[in-house]
């Protein structure tokens, strides 16, 4: 039951903190690259990103305290 519980909170948080890593990487990214023709996308996914990473350990530290 244990390992049930915590593939239930360890998968979408492991989803969670990756796709926040991956969309501050490319916020930062399309900044300092610049590409003629192409508008870099906006500093709110930043944020958007820190929050995904927050929410993904914040899931990862509830799973780690209700499966071990």
Known sequence: MRALVGG???VPATIL???GLGLMVVTIYT???RRSGRA???WRH???GFALLAAGVLLL???L???G
């Open 17 to 19: 903190v990756a796709g």
């Open 31 to 33: 900044h300092l690259v």
């Open 40 to 42: 870099p996308i906006r």
């Open 65 to 67: 305290i209700v499966a």
């Open 46 to 48: 930043l944020g958007l």
């Open 61 to 63: 530290e509830v799973e």
């Open 8 to 10: 239930l909170l360890g």
